[in-house]
Nanobody, 123 residues
């Protein structure tokens, strides 16, 4: 049974930082990209960042580039999203995801999803 489990969500003041982690299990993800989407109330789920299975395959949404950093441990099947300089508009449920393509922002190209973790940024 494939499972993605997020952790690290919480509440933080604007300008602060937060670190999200995702543990993937149930299969090998060595040829899968791991990434993050987020969904705010009343909005569509949107791409945040992803990383493929080769060096230099990090890919970021324009809105977070330079402030968020994605990294993964291939051996442990984990992926981390380090979020810096957080803004109130980053408030959303953050979902870990996995898919066979790299550098795609479409939620329809990802096969597996976690249950999400809440991130709240206060002003």
């Amino acid at each position: 049974q494939v499972q993605l489990v997020e952790s690290g969500g919480g509440s933080v003041q604007a300008g602060g930082s937060l670190r999200l982690s995702c543990a993937a299990s149930g299969r090998s993800f060595s040829n899968y990209a791991l990434g993050w989407f987020r969904q705010a109330p009343g909005k569509e789920r949107e791409f945040v960042a992803s990383q493929g299975w080769t060096a230099g395959s990090e890919f970021y949404a324009r809105s977070v580039k330079g402030r968020f950093t994605i990294s993964r441990d291939m051996a442990k099947n984990t992926v981390v999203l380090q979020m810096e300089s957080l803004k109130p508009e980053a408030t959303a449920v953050y979902y870990c995801t996995a898919g066979p393509l790299i550098a795609t922002t479409s939620r329809f190209e990802y096969d597996y999803w976690g249950q999400g973790t809440q991130v709240t940024v206060t002003s």
